[in-house]
């Protein structure tokens, strides 16, 4: 059975700084793993999707990285702002049709 | 780009009524989904729905719960006697054909159960 893990479960740092936010699964058998942001009371937007073959998918200033010997992926934000304020989840794929596990998510907060 | 559309975006509805999600998946793709998150909660896989039949389901989902795609277009859910604990938001997705493609989600539909 397929578990995610998210550390740290909330941030709150300067805007500008760069920070790293933590994915764990235990199941290394995935084809990929998405990252969304959630912001609060709305729906899911999918930021990036790594593909097993890869180490790295980078769009803006996101960079994700994946090692799935070690079950870890990373979500890297360059340069923060006050509207990279939210939630960021990681899920992982599992099972025939792909189900997704998501972690519980980190809760970053961009401060003036 | 295509989008994943959910309505309603709030339902509000009696503990015991009968409650129907839809959905509207993006056109060409053939595996769609439920997740549901209650607040605070994790989000959490409902149902797969594949080639007109149900690929794997959750503990969740339990006699209550049905799917159904009634025609080409829309992908429902059905709550037959919802529960004070079925409040929730519950996320539909779908996706192409292919074990690396991505999920594409709609921006959900806030269940409250009075």
């Known amino acids: 059975k397929q578990e995610v893990t998210q550390i740290p479960a909330a941030l709150s740092v300067p805007e500008g700084e760069n920070l790293v936010l933590n994915c764990s699964f235990t199941?290394?058998?995935?084809?990929?793993l998405q990252w969304f942001r959630q912001d609060p009371g709305k729906g899911l937007t999918s930021l990036l999707l790594i593909q097993s073959s890869q180490r790295e998918q980078t769009s803006g200033r996101l960079n994700a990285s994946l090692d799935k010997s070690s079950g870890r992926s990373t979500l890297y934000i360059a340069a923060s702002q006050p509207g990279d304020s939210a939630t960021y989840l990681c899920a992982a794929p599992t099972g025939g049709g792909n189900k997704l596990t998501f972690g519980t998510g980190t809760q970053l907060k961009v401060e003036l | 780009e295509p989008e994943v559309t959910q309505t309603p975006s709030h339902q509000v509805t009696q503990m015991g009524q009968e409650v129907i999600l839809r959905c509207v998946p993006i056109?060409?793709?053939?595996?769609f989904y439920w997740y549901r998150q209650i607040l605070g909660q994790k989000v959490e896989f409902l149902v797969s729905f594949y080639n007109n039949e149900i690929s794997e389901k959750s503990e969740i989902f339990d006699d209550q719960f049905s799917v159904e795609r009634p025609d080409g277009s829309n992908f429902t859910l059905k709550i037959r006697s919802t529960k004070l604990e079925d409040s929730a938001m519950y996320f539909c997705?779908?996706?192409?054909?292919?074990?690396?493609?991505?999920?594409?989600f709609g921006d959900g539909t806030r269940l409250s159960i009075l």
């Open positions: 997705a779908s996706r192409v054909t292919g074990m690396r493609q991505p999920q594409h």
């Open positions: 056109s060409n793709h053939l595996y």
């Open positions: 199941d290394s058998a995935i084809y990929n």
